[in-house]
C-alpha cells in the first residue's frame, strides 16, 4: 500500500470534511469577493472571504463555487495557467498572520506552501511557471515592515527579499519576466529589473498609502490609492505625474486593456453611505469619466476590450460586455438578511428576514422563491403549527399568515406597533407573540387563529425575545437581563423563574416536557427540570449563539457568530451528549447565522446576514477544520500502530473521539471518559485511518494504520 505523509492525509480530510455545509442562497455564493483573474479567455477566478473560490470555463458565463478547504480570508489571486494557481490569504483571528497556498487541479484541492511566520500578505504575481512574488506587511491603520517573498521553484520554497523600512506593502505588477513593480502605503513604489532579487525605491511623490498598479506597456504605468491619488509614468518610473479622475475617494484597483484604454475602481465608506465608482480614460489618463456609481471595484479585470469583471466589497460578481457601459450581477437570489428558518416536511420551507423578505422551498432548498408579503418590515419570527398554516411576525406590530403552506400571505390585525420578535402556536388557532420595545416587554394571544389578541403580559424592565411552548398550557418566554418567565395555564398567570443571571437571552428550544435549552450571547443554559434549576455552558471566545435545535434529546445545533478581527464569521456548534460538550462545525459562511432547523438526523438549513442560506446533508459533517488540526508529535498516543484489531487510545483529557477513513467518512464515534481506551477496529478496512478527539482544551489529531 502506497503510504500518504500525514500533512497531506489531513489536507486532503480538510478538503473533503469542509464540503459538508453547501451555499443554496445567494448563488454561486454569499461572502465578499476580493479579487479577480483570468488565465485565458474562458477561465476564470474569483476569491474572497472565508476561503471564497469561484471559478469559470466559460469565459465567466457562469460561476460555480468550489469547496477550498480553508476558513482564511483570500487576498490575491494569480493564476499561471488554466490549472495552477496561488492565493494569498489572512487569518483574521490571528491577527498578523499571512499564508500562500497553491492549486494544481483548478482550484478542487489547495496545498498550503511552506512561508515561514509571515505577517499579512496582499498580493501575488507569477511571472511564469516557477518564479513568484508576494507581498504584505501589517495592517492598515497600523502598517507594519514591508514584505516581499520570491519563489523560484512553483512555491515549494520562499525566500524574504531584504529590504530597508517601506510599510505595508499592497500590490505587484510586472511588465515581463525580470521587470516589476510593488507599491504600499506611504507612496512607496519600488522595482525590480532582475526578477525580484533587489529592488530600487523610486520617487513618486505623494505619500498618500498606494492600493493599485498596473502597466498596460514595459515603460508606461500607472499606481493608484488613497484620496483619489493616481499617478503615471511614461519612462518606468523614473518620474511621475499625477493624474485625476475627479474623485477624492479611495482608488483601490487599475486595469488597462491597451496603452490609452483603462480602468479605476474605489470606494469610500461613511458611517452613512458606501460610494463605489468605476472610471474609464481611453486618452492614457487624461481625462477619466464615470462608469458607475452602485457596482463593487475592488478588483477589476477584462479578458479583451469589451468584456470586464469586477468585484470586491460586496457579494457580486458583474460583468460588462460593452467596454463598462453596463454591467450585469452574474450572482442570484436576495441579500437581504434572514431571521428565521423552518420547514413544514423534509421539501417545504420558509426563511424570512429583512425589508419584508419571504423565500419559499419546495424541493429542499435546491430553488427559493421569493413571495410577496405585502410589507417591508422587518420579518423576524415565522411558524407554522401545520403544513397549510403558518405564522410570520415583524416590526411595527407586523402578523402574516398563510393558509396554503406559504404561497399568500395575509396581514393580520395585531392591536400594537411594538416590534415583534417570536411566534409559537399550540394549535392551528392558538398563539402567542411576544415584542419588546427598549425594555417594556409584551406578550399577546389568539384563540381564533389571529382574527384577535388579547394581551397577556404588557409591563417594563423586560423585553422579551423568544416564546416556546411544551404542550397546550406549558410554555416559556425568555427575554432580556436574565429573564424567563413560565405559564402552567396556557398563559393566564407567569411565573418569574430562578435563571441566576443577567444575560439577554435569545432562542429557546425544549426536547421534552422539562428538558430545555436557552441562548444567552456565548452562553447556553440548560434545565431538566421544568426551570427550576439551570446549567450554564460557555462557548469559546467571541463566539454568540443566537439560535437553538435539536433532532433528538443528544444531538442539537447552536448557530451564531464569531465576532473578532475583520469582521463577523459564521459559527455552528453541535453537542451528542444533550448539550454537556459542544464542538464546531465546518460550514461554508463567513456571515453571521441567525437560524437553524432541521427536518431529520442530516438534512439541515442555517440562515443569517447577506441572505445566507447553507445546508447539510449529513447532520453538519465532522467537528473538522483547517485551524484545529495539530500536527505536533505525542498530541494522541494510538498503539499497536499498525494494528490488525484492537487499537489503545491515550489522550492529555476526556472528550469525544472521531475516526474518519481519508475521504473524511466518518466511521466511528466515542465518548472516551479514561485516559487510555482501547476500540475494536477489526471491521475496519485495510487501509489508514485519521482520529481526532475533541476535547474543553483543544483538539488532538492522529493517524493508524489498519492491516
Given amino acids: 500500500m502506497k503510504k500518504l505523509s500525514f500533512f497531506l492525509i489531513a489536507l486532503f480530510f480538510v478538503n473533503a470534511a469542509t464540503a459538508q455545509w453547501t451555499w443554496q ?51 490575491s489571486v494569480h493564476f499561471t495557467d488554466a490549472d495552477t494557481g496561488y492565493v494569498v490569504a489572512n487569518n483574521n483571528f490571528s491577527p498578523g498572520t499571512g499564508s500562500i497556498l497553491k492549486t494544481t487541479d483548478g482550484g478542487i484541492t489547495w496545498n498550503s506552501l511552506a512561508i515561514g511566520t509571515s505577517p499579512r500578505l496582499w498580493s501575488v504575481w507569477f511571472t511564469n511557471a516557477n518564479t513568484g512574488i508576494a507581498v504584505g506587511g501589517g495592517d492598515y491603520p497600523s502598517p507594519s515592515q514591508g514584505l516581499i517573498l520570491r ?109 490609452n484604454t483603462g480602468y479605476a475602481g474605489g470606494s469610500y465608506f461613511s458611517s452613512t453611505y458606501i460610494n463605489v465608482n468605476i472610471f474609464k480614460t481611453t486618452d492614457g489618463g487624461a481625462t477619466w469619466t464615470i462608469l458607475t456609481t452602485d457596482k463593487p471595484a475592488g478588483s477589476i479585470f477584462f479578458t479583451d476590450a469589451n468584456t470586464g469583471f469586477t468585484v470586491g466589497g460586496g457579494t457580486g460578481i458583474f460583468r460588462t460586455l460593452d467596454g463598462g457601459m453596463n454591467w450585469t450581477d452574474l450572482s442570484s437570489g436576495t441579500q437581504n438578511e434572514l431571521y428565521s428558518v423552518r420547514f413544514t416536511d423534509s421539501q417545504t420551507g420558509i426563511a424570512v428576514g429583512k425589508y419584508g423578505t419571504i423565500l419559499k422551498t419546495t424541493n429542499g432548498g435546491t430553488n427559493w422563491t421569493n413571495i410577496s408579503s405585502g410589507t417591508s418590515c422587518y420579518l423576524g419570527s415565522v411558524f407554522f403549527p401545520d403544513i397549510n398554516t403558518g405564522y410570520v411576525v415583524g416590526d411595527s406590530g407586523t402578523i402574516l399568515k398563510t393558509t396554503n403552506g406559504g404561497t399568500n400571505w395575509t396581514v393580520l390585525h395585531s392591536g400594537t406597533t411594538t416590534p ?70 396556557a398563559g393566564a398567570t407567569w411565573t418569574t423563574l430562578p435563571t441566576g443571571t443577567d444575560f439577554d437571552f435569545g432562542d429557546a428550544f425544549f426536547t421534552g416536557p422539562d428538558t430545555g435549552y436557552f441562548t444567552a450571547g456565548n452562553h447556553l443554559l440548560k434545565t431538566t427540570d421544568g426551570g427550576n434549576s439551570w446549567t450554564s455552558y460557555q462557548f469559546g471566545p467571541w463566539i454568540y449563539c443566537w439560535s437553538v435545535f435539536f433532532t433528538d434529546p443528544d444531538t442539537g445545533y447552536a448557530v451564531g ?63 473538522v477544520g483547517v485551524n484545529e488540526i495539530k500536527l505536533a508529535s505525542g498530541s494522541i498516543k494510538l498503539y499497536p500502530n499498525p494494528t490488525s484489531r484492537n487499537l489503545n487510545i491515550e489522550t492529555v483529557e476526556n472528550g469525544t473521539l472521531f475516526v474518519f477513513n481519508v475521504n473524511g467518512v466518518l466511521l466511528l464515534q466515542k465518548k472516551l471518559t479514561e485516559p487510555s481506551t482501547p476500540i475494536d477496529v477489526n471491521t475496519l478496512p485495510s487501509g489508514i485511518y485519521l482520529v481526532k478527539m475533541v476535547g474543553v482544551k483543544g483538539v488532538q489529531v492522529g493517524k493508524f494504520i489498519k492491516q
Wanted: glycine residues 16%; charged residues 10%.
Fill in 420 to 489: 415583534l420578535n417570536s411566534v409559537f402556536f399550540t394549535s392551528a388557532s392558538t398563539g402567542y407573540v411576544t415584542g419588546y420595545l427598549q425594555d417594556w416587554g409584551m406578550v399577546i394571544k389568539t384563540t381564533n387563529g389571529g382574527i384577535t389578541w388579547d394581551t397577556l403580559l404588557n409591563h417594563g424592565q423586560y423585553g422579551y425575545n423568544r416564546i416556546c411552548f411544551t404542550d397546550a398550557n406549558t410554555g416559556y418566554v425568555s427575554g432580556r437581563h436574565g429573564t424567563i418567565l413560565k405559564t402552567t395555564n
Fill in 561 to 623: 457568530g464569531k465576532n473578532k478581527g475583520d469582521g463577523p464569521y459564521a459559527v455552528v456548534e453541535k453537542t451528542t451528549d444533550g448539550g454537556a460538550s459542544w464542538y464546531l462545525l465546518n460550514q461554508v459562511s463567513g456571515w453571521i447565522l441567525n437560524s437553524v432547523c432541521f427536518t431529520d438526523a442530516n438534512n439541515g438549513y442555517a440562515v443569517g446576514m447577506g441572505g445566507t442560506i447553507i445546508t447539510t446533508n449529513n447532520g453538519g459533517g465532522s467537528p
Fill in 25 to 75: 442562497n445567494p448563488l454561486p455564493q454569499g461572502l465578499p469577493c476580493s479579487s479577480v483573474f483570468f488565465s485565458d479567455a474562458i477561465h476564470g477566478y474569483v476569491v474572497g472571504r472565508h476561503g471564497t473560490f469561484i471559478k469559470t470555463t466559460d469565459g465567466g458565463a457562469n460561476w460555480t463555487a468550489l469547496t477550498s478547504g480553508i476558513t482564511d480570508d483570500f487576498a
Fill in 151 to 259: 519563489t523560484t521553484n512553483g512555491g515549494a520554497t520562499w525566500a524574504t527579499m531584504s529590504l530597508s523600512s517601506t510599510g505595508t506593502l499592497s500590490a505587484v505588477c510586472f511588465t515581463d519576466d525580470t521587470t516589476g513593480y510593488v507599491v504600499g502605503y506611504y507612496g512607496v513604489i519600488l522595482k525590480t529589473t532582475d526578477a525580484g532579487i533587489t529592488w530600487n525605491y523610486l520617487t513618486s511623490g505623494p505619500t498618500n498609502g498606494l492600493f493599485s498598479v498596473f502597466f498596460p506597456t514595459h515603460d508606461t504605468g500607472y499606481v493608484a490609492g488613497t484620496y483619489g491619488t493616481l499617478l503615471k509614468t511614461t519612462n518606468g518610473g523614473t518620474t511621475w505625474t499625477a493624474m485625476s479622475t475627479g474623485t477624492y475617494d479611495d482608488l483601490q484597483t487599475l486595469f488597462f486593456t491597451d496603452a
